[in-house]
Nanobody
Framework: QVQLVESGGGLVQPGGSLRLSCAAS????????MAWYRQAPGKQRELVAQ???????NYADSVKGRFTLSRDNAKNTVYLQMNSLKPEDTAVYYC??????????????WGQGTQVTVSS
């Protein structure tokens, strides 16, 4: 059974920091591309950051320079370090794991989400 378990969300003041973790089980973690998405109330889910199985990263323009995504294959875990948080970062953050096994197929898994609220 595949599980992606997020943790680290919470309430933080503007300018503060949080570190989200996503612990994976039931998959060969090292071969999966991992990502964090977020969804604010009334808005579509959007990509925040992604890291490939090779360790290359990509960030949404809105978080570049503030967020850092990393992975620890020994612990089957990805981390999203979020600094200089803004109220507009408030959302439910979801962990995502993808493995593309052919041009027509992929394994795609989601976590249950963790709430991040940035407010004074």
């Amino acid at each position: 059974q595949v599980q992606l378990v997020e943790s680290g969300g919470g309430l933080v003041q503007p300018g503060g920091s949080l570190r989200l973790s996503c612990a994976a089980s039931g998959i060969s973690f090292s071969i999966y591309h991992m990502a964090w998405y977020r969804q604010a109330p009334g808005k579509q889910r959007e990509l925040v950051a992604q890291i490939t199985s090779a360790g290359s990263t990509n960030y949404a323009d809105s978080v570049k320079g503030r967020f850092t995504l990393s992975r620890d294959n020994a612990k089957n875990t990805v981390y999203l370090q979020m600094n200089s948080l803004k109220p507009e970062d408030t959302a439910v953050y979801y962990c995502n794991a993808v493995y593309i096994f052919s041009v027509r197929g992929e394994y795609n898994y989601w976590g249950q989400g963790t709430q991040v609220t940035v407010s004074s």
